[in-house]
């Protein structure tokens, strides 16, 4: 009984702040004041469906999508280097990734605009050596690699917590067996990792989709997505009928990609079970 | 325990309710502690004097609260909302006629503001304030292009120059939809403040145009003081301040307002209505017309007077160059933004679409 308490300041926390902001947004969405007042509406879904809105939204979702793919790429085999039993050092190295989460992210991501100017530090190392420049600030290569940066720790982790959590007698077994190390890794590894994938791709795609940040600092304003789109609405146009349409889209994209992913995690696991 | 936690969820939400309609009070009441006055001033960033407030702040036995803000949409948005309580704001020509608009501002009572006899003539009878009741100037500008010397041949004289595809990626547009979309239509030839589709359609190809012509590097807000000081690319679109500032880092970078015209502004002071200091905000808009402080402001910052003794104190040289102190003929085609109301949508949109490309 008494310990239920100790929920509370959470509980009185998550009202304010995610329940009650989600209910307004829910409101404004489907609201709009003209001269007489405020009056039920669809008009701001109806707005978003034009080709225009519907680009960006792609746009978005196709960025986020090929980021999450390269930090799982990046990701997974600096996950399995880290639970592996040989590698000593892991402490040290994951401190190296952990580290920099220790500062700010947006410090982070400005400091790729120097490094990454047509002068800028790795341009003027390049050319030391004689080497052809890089050119890619402004570019999607830049989004991209900045969402890499900044959220690879968010897919290093989630792999890396389930891989130490994998019984190594499996492993033994399935090499007992006969099964080479790529069969192993098929056949145990991989299938018992699932769920720390799906995390790790949940937690990615998620802030990677709804970056305004990184897309204006590192994609220098040629590029609208669907963050950038909605913080317009809010700060420059005052919409916040339209601005909270877009976010309901959004949170309802986010909704199904989650439910995606549980989806398959519990198809995974039924799997494993019966195996 | 059920009902405790109903209990308590109704008091979150009134204390959360409560909490929003409060903003607007919370302050004032502060304020009101003891016999000081707590004055709140609202202006851009990078805006004022070094000790100008601490100086007004001893004279006058006021506490001064600053804040600023980065755009004058934001500085709307949040007065706007509710969420603040200011005296006095220092927005731009149009946003002043909106704020006039929509009640947001008080009349002044000039006898409190003597001062304003110095403001230049060529600063009163503005559209966005014609009778002169609602807002006192406080600096001005243009909008043109920087360049750098060592890296264009060219004459450049027109905005047809950012439109050059001799120049890949060596343009840094501004990020700012009203800016931009502006100098394309005074490019065409159309008024920056047109509202007819087809004009605004033909400055939309325009800039796609020009974004597939590959001549822009990217569309950027403040660090373009620091890439262009850096020579990051040979053009950008600026405000005439930001380009005194940059001269004097970079001698290599000249600025001129194209002959097509550009856009011409005015940032005034003007005073909230939701103040209960109006004699305050006054005596602190006197203050910034005061000669020696409106001087040691404009000296500051780069950015150019409307009073006409501080000009006077300027060294020749900031008074000859056309970033600072344009003449009448150099900004003859020049013109001040009116509010566009619901255009402001119709500009998005077209931002949108340049973006999306």
């Known amino acids: 009984m008494n310990r239920k308490w100790v929920s509370y300041p959470y509980l009185i926390w998550m009202i304010i702040f995610i329940v009650i902001p989600s209910f307004l947004i829910l409101f404004y969405a489907f609201t709009a004041r003209d001269g007489q007042g405020i009056r039920f509406t669809l008009d701001n879904f109806y707005k978003f469906c034009e080709p225009i809105y519907i680009s960006v939204l792609l746009k978005s979702l196709g960025l986020a999508l090929f980021s999450t793919f390269v930090c799982l790429v990046v990701g997974y085999p600096v996950a399995m280097i880290l639970a592996s039993k040989q590698f000593s050092k892991s402490a040290t190295l994951s401190m190296l990734f952990i580290i920099p989460m220790w500062m700010n992210f947006l410090l982070r991501t400005y400091s790729w605009l120097t490094l990454l100017e047509k002068n800028g530090i790795i341009n003027s190392i390049l050319s030391f050596f004689n080497l052809p420049k890089i050119d890619i600030l402004y570019t999607d290569a830049a989004v991209v690699l900045g969402m890499v940066y900044n959220f690879l720790p968010f897919m290093i982790l989630p792999i890396y917590t389930v891989l130490m959590k994998i019984d190594g007698k499996l492993v033994e077994a399935a090499q007992d067996l006969g099964g080479n190390s790529m069969t192993v890794f098929r056949r145990i590894t991989l299938p018992l990792s699932i769920p720390g994938v799906m995390s790790g ?29 909605i913080e317009r609405q809010f700060i420059q146009l005052s919409d916040w009928n339209f601005g909270s349409a877009i976010s309901m889209i959004m949170m309802i994209f986010i909704l199904i990609s989650i439910w995606i992913m549980s989806k398959f995690d519990e198809d995974k696991g039924g799997g494993a079970a019966l195996w | 325990m059920k009902r405790f936690l109903s209990k308590l969820l109704v008091l979150a939400v009134v204390l959360s309710t409560a909490a929003l309609a409060g903003c607007g009070t919370a302050g004032s009441t502060a304020g009101g502690s003891g016999d000081k006055v707590t004055l709140k001033v609202y202006n851009w960033g990078d805006y004022i004097g070094e000790d100008v407030i601490e100086k007004f702040e001893k004279q006058y036995n006021i506490d001064v609260v600053y804040d600023t803000f980065s755009d004058n949409e934001v500085m709307h948005t949040k007065l706007k909302s509710g969420g603040a309580d200011y005296d006095v704001a220092i927005p731009s020509d149009y ?107 033909k400055a939309k190809q325009e800039l796609i145009k020009q974004k597939q012509l590959g001549v822009v590097q990217s569309y950027v807000g403040d660090e373009v003081k620091d890439k262009m000081i850096m020579g990051e690319a040979a053009f950008a679109v600026v405000w005439s301040g930001d380009a005194v500032f940059m001269k004097r880092e970079n001698p290599d970078l000249e600025y001129v307002i194209p002959k097509e015209g550009s856009n011409l502004w005015v940032d005034s002071m003007v005073v909230l209505n939701s103040t209960k200091h109006q004699k305050e905000a006054e005596q602190f808009i006197n203050f910034m017309c005061e000669t020696d402080i409106a001087f040691e402001n404009a000296d500051y910052i780069g950015y150019s007077t409307p009073h006409s003794e501080a000009k006077k104190k300027m060294s020749p040289d900031l008074l000859n160059d056309i970033a600072a102190y344009p003449t009448d003929e150099q900004t003859k085609n020049c013109e001040v933004f009116e509010d566009l109301a619901g255009s402001i949508k119709e500009y998005d949109r077209i931002w949108t679409e340049i973006s999306a490309e």
Do not use: C
Not at chain 2, 98 to 104: T, V, Y
Not at chain 2, 137 to 143: E, F, I, Q, R
Not at chain 2, 164 to 176: C, E, G, R, T
């Open chain 1, 201 to 229: 791709i949940t937690m990615v795609f998620m802030p990677a989709v709804t970056t305004f940040v990184i897309s204006k600092l590192l994609g220098g304003g040629q590029y609208t997505l669907i963050g950038n789109f």
């Open chain 2, 95 to 201: 946003m002043i006629r909106r704020m006039i608009d929509e009640g947001m501002v008080k009349k002044l009572d000039f006898n409190n503001i003597p001062n304003y006899k110095y403001i230049d003539q060529k600063f009163r009878d503005l559209a966005f304030d014609p009778t002169n009741e609602y807002s006192v100037p406080y600096m001005w500008g243009t909008v043109g292009i920087i360049y750098n010397k060592t890296m264009v041949t060219d004459q450049v004289d027109s905005w047809n120059i950012l439109w050059n595809d001799k120049y890949k990626k060596q343009v840094f547009m501004l990020d700012s939809q009203r800016d931009s979309i502006g100098i394309t239509l005074k490019k065409l030839g159309f008024s920056l403040n047109t509202k007819k589709t087809e004009e605004l359609e």
